[in-house]
């Protein structure tokens, strides 16, 4: 895998282009963004997934697409991985999910259903950057950040890392 762009430790990887069951994110949100993750560096990425807070490979991720946005600064993005490291082998919130994707629907309802130690990967990655002071999703719990939800913070002209 290569890329035009360096990747910072930090960076959040905005995946789009879904596939298999991801469309349903996207669906929901009404986005073509649906997963979002941790740079640990250029080979490897920290992410809340389906089997848990886990480090994978960057090469296993060579069919995915991609955008990486780079972190609002070194500080925070150390902070960020630190917690993020701390939190791996930790489990994934499935029930959240499907609350998230109430909410977004009956917008009304306002439904939250947290679990300590079990995240989805929106929240993994804005409670990753809270916990270094930085909020990325201004007004927003990241109890309920979704990957639509970094879209804003893409640069502009951002090119899909490749």
Known sequence: MSS???????????????????????????????HVAITLNENELIEALPSGVVRTALA?????????IPPPSKEAAQTAIRWAESKIGDGYDPADLIAIACDRIFAHLNIYLAHKDRFTCGEFVATAYEKAGRELVP???PEVVVPADFGPLLPQGASPYQ
Do not use: C
Not at 60 to 68: S, V
């Open 60 to 68: 296993q991720k060579r069919r995915e697409h991609f955008y990486l």
């Open 139 to 141: 007004n927003a719990e």
């Open 4 to 34: 035009a762009v360096d990747i910072a430790p930090g960076s959040i990887a905005l995946f789009f282009r879904p596939h298999g069951t991801a469309w349903l994110i996207s669906l929901f949100t009404k986005s073509p963004f649906y």
